[in-house]
């Protein structure tokens, strides 16, 4: 059974930092390309970060010089860094990884941004 569960959001002022974790099982983690996206209230869900196998990375303009994807293939965990955060990064982040042809999704966490 594929189980993506995120953790680390919570409550921040402008300008300061989380990082957000998001471990995996039932997956051959060490295969697959990881992606972090966010939902604000009532709007669409987005990407954010994306990291592949190979470690290659890539990231929202929003965010960009901002946030941090990594991972950690040893514990099957995804990280997203999120420095500078801005009211505007408040959402719900939900970690994403595509297997068997299916989308997977973490329940999300929630990162509020207070100005």
């Known amino acids: 059974q594929v189980q993506l569960v995120e953790s680390g959001g919570g409550l921040v002022q402008a300008g300061g930092s989380l990082r957000l974790s998001c471990t995996a099982s039932?997956?051959?983690?060490?295969?697959?390309?990881m992606r972090w996206y966010r939902q604000g209230s009532g709007k669409q869900r987005d990407l954010v970060a994306t990291i592949t196998d190979s470690h290659d990375t890539d990231y929202a303009d929003s965010v960009k010089g901002r946030f941090t994807i990594s991972r950690d293939n040893a514990k099957n965990t995804v990280y997203l860094q999120m420095n500078s955060l801005k009211p505007e990064d408040t959402g719900v982040y939900y970690c994403?990884?595509?297997?068997?042809?299916?989308?997977?999704w973490g329940q999300g966490t929630l990162v509020t941004v207070s100005s």
């Open positions: 994403n990884a595509l297997f068997s042809a299916v989308q997977r």
């Open positions: 039932g997956i051959i983690f060490s295969r697959n390309t």
